[in-house]
């Protein structure tokens, strides 16, 4: 399937001049056009959203950053319809702030599902705001500052979702979603449920035709900057980070469900994480068990956070990840200025365990290296409802409506690296920063 055609930025196509950013909200204060990151360097401001203005409209077409989908939510057992109008700008009034919110009523909806299907019926309705095809980015520092909703069953999700597939669209994900691959190995060894990797490093292209450069593996990559889940009475509430990454490790590593990684063996997961003072390592879920079904994709689901919070509800928080590419990248997140958790470029390397019994050759399975994931991602906001804190069971109804306050969006680049654009910062080619390329962000369709 061929890519569409999409726009590249560059840094000269972004940066007309060193305070010049067409991406960026002229509302953004000028103490945020520069931040220092965790390698003592400076990043400049390249995308900024303040939600300050009520007029908007984040319906298809109607918006140059946004589009709010007009969909049925069928990933993750979703029960919610997201709808363009629950989405809207105005003030939080209880805390004289101008912000976006996201509003989960339990009015239901029929309309159209993700993968085509007519009359899905959702009892409840939502809000999803993506920037696909219009932003994306690959590196930086990427900040929400928001207010979460109350109450068991609702799922809050600030993040960032390769821009060759797109958010909850399963069928443009299947065997993208979310590799970060680059190798053509043999000994791969997928569980058999798990899709193949749809633009695999084993397969050859015509750049002319089919917008991919040969033998190179992409795929559509996940990365939670946050997701939250408040319980019905406000206290003793948590929130993640996390990775989504295909392909997995052996089942070897993987701790048990509702564990925590052993210190060494069995179960003893990733190497290279680290964690804050108040971090703490998941101990649910760690991706779908080996041989179940998972149609999309079967990765691995590494995940951090901060748990027994009691006011994420009642006061705007700040949720920060840190993404540098490469083998001696990281990915890192702090919550409201804390170092929460790290995942080390190492800890995408090769996983191998073997067995001998006597009598037979030693028998290995082996997950060869990954990669930090490298491709343009796009941005999404939502709440849904699923299989997250709790699902609809845990919905008490006496929460109605809930309300996701995101008051801006703000990421810096120390090098400006891969847009996707509509032209908004005018003409645009595609711009370097590694082997990536081939259509670079342009999703499939």
């Known amino acids: 399937m061929r890519l569409s055609a999409i726009l590249i930025a560059t840094a000269g196509a972004t940066l007309a001049h060193e305070d010049e950013c067409c991406w960026c909200d002229p509302n953004t204060p000028k103490a945020a056009r520069t931040i220092v990151g965790s390698d003592s360097q400076i990043y400049k401001l390249v995308f900024s959203d303040e939600f300050d203005d009520s007029n908007r409209n984040f319906a298809n077409g109607h918006d140059t950053k946004w589009t709010a989908l007009d969909i049925g939510d069928t990933s993750n057992k979703g029960a919610a319809f997201y709808l363009p109008e629950q989405a809207e700008v105005l003030e939080d009034k209880d805390f004289g702030v101008t912000s976006l919110r996201i509003l989960t009523e339990a009015k239901n909806h029929t309309g159209d599902s993700p993968t085509g299907e007519k009359g899905i019926f959702m009892p409840y309705r939502s809000a999803m705001l993506q920037s696909w095809n219009k932003f994306c980015f690959t590196g930086g520092i990427l900040e929400f500052r928001a207010r979460l909703p109350r109450g068991g069953g609702y799922w809050p999700a600030l993040w960032a979702f390769g821009n060759l597939g797109r958010a909850v669209y399963q069928n443009s994900n299947t065997g993208l979603w979310p590799w970060s691959y680059d190798e053509c190995d043999p000994d791969l060894q997928l569980p058999p449920t798990d899709p193949p990797q749809r633009i695999s490093a084993c397969d050859d292209h015509d750049f002319t035709s089919e917008g991919l450069l040969p033998f190179q593996g992409r795929g559509a990559t996940e990365l939670d900057v946050l997701e939250g889940a408040v319980t019905n009475q406000g206290f003793g509430s948590y929130g993640v980070g996390s990775v989504q990454l295909s392909p997995g490790i052996p089942s070897y590593f993987r701790p048990p469900m509702f564990g925590f990684p052993t210190e060494s063996g069995p179960g003893s997961w990733y190497s290279g994480l680290t964690f804050g003072p108040k971090g703490k390592p998941n101990n649910g879920w760690y991706g779908p068990p080996w041989g179940s079904e998972c149609l999309t994709g079967c990765p691995d689901a ?39 958790w790290s995942m080390a470029g190492s800890s995408f390397g090769e996983y191998k365990i073997c067995s001998e019994k006597p009598g037979s050759p030693t028998e290995c399975m082996r997950t060869p290296k990954r990669q930090v994931p490298n491709e343009p991602m796009s941005l999404v906001i939502n709440t849904a409802i699923g299989t997250w804190n709790g699902g609809a069971s845990a919905i008490d109804n006496l929460h109605w409506p809930a309300s996701f306050w995101v008051d801006y969006v703000r990421l810096w680049q120390h090098e400006v690296n891969k847009y996707c654009s509509i032209n ?3 003409d645009a080619v595609w711009q370097g920063g590694g082997a990536l390329g081939g259509g670079g962000g342009a999703g499939l369709q």
């Open 424 to 426: 908004l910062c005018g």
């Open 302 to 340: 590494l995940s951090g956070g901060i748990v027994e919070i009691d006011n994420f509800d009642t006061k705007y928080w700040t949720y920060r990840m840190e993404w540098k590419v490469g083998p001696k990248g990281h990915i890192a997140w702090y919550y409201d200025g804390e170092f929460v």
